[in-house]
């Protein structure tokens, strides 16, 4: 068991700042009032934080993607990895997003929604090719640039990349999800 420290309360300066700052901007995200543990815990090393913390704050609050769309790649993503507790973090923001229970129950069964408009359908054919380590079909990334043009392409990716680090935060250091939000069903 590699579980590390919660370092928050020897946080000073400007460490004590960044770590305020980035529970902040996740707050109306998460509908919590503290930074998830899993950033806590990178505090162990603030550079860390600051520069996961940064591309997280770019891509969920900043990016070109509609809300509902980054909340669909980000579980679909977390489902097929089996990441817990990211699936856990975005069923709120999923929900906040306008993404149906109904689409939630198919991507936590592993299954591409058929209701989908068909960029997010090829968001998620992306999302799968990602996760399979192949290249994004020509005629997936052609119907995905058609609606969100190539920097949308280029920030699934980056998600992607982003829940990897945070997937193997929380398996590594054994990070467990907090009380009150929901436990993924696999």
């Known amino acids: 068991m590699a579980e590390i420290p919660d370092p928050t309360n020897m946080l000073t300066g400007k460490d004590r700042e960044l770590f305020d700052h980035m529970a902040s901007v996740r707050a ?3 509908g919590r009032s503290h930074l998830g543990d899993v950033y806590a815990r990178m505090f162990n090393n603030p550079g860390v934080a600051e520069k996961v913390g940064a591309l997280g704050e770019h891509l969920r609050f900043h990016g070109s993607l509609p809300d509902d769309l980054r909340e669909l790649v980000i579980l679909r993503f977390a489902s097929k990895q089996r990441f817990q507790y990211e699936w856990s973090h ?7 997003a306008g993404i149906s229970p109904e689409v939630m129950d198919a991507l936590t069964a592993g299954e591409a929604p058929k209701m989908l408009p068909d960029a997010s359908q090829a968001a998620i054919e992306a999302v799968d ?14 119907r995905f640039v058609l609606a969100y043009g ?17 997937g193997y935060m929380t398996t590594a250091f054994d990070i467990q999800i907090e009380e009150g939000l929901p436990k993924a069903p696999f």
């Open 90 to 96: 975005h069923q709120h923001p999923a929900k906040l």
């Open 129 to 142: 090719a990602i996760i399979s380590k192949k290249s994004i079909p020509a005629d997936v990334q052609q």
């Open 28 to 30: 109306h995200a998460e």
């Open 150 to 166: 190539v920097s949308g392409l280029v920030e699934i990716v980056a998600i992607c990349g982003l829940y990897t680090i945070m």
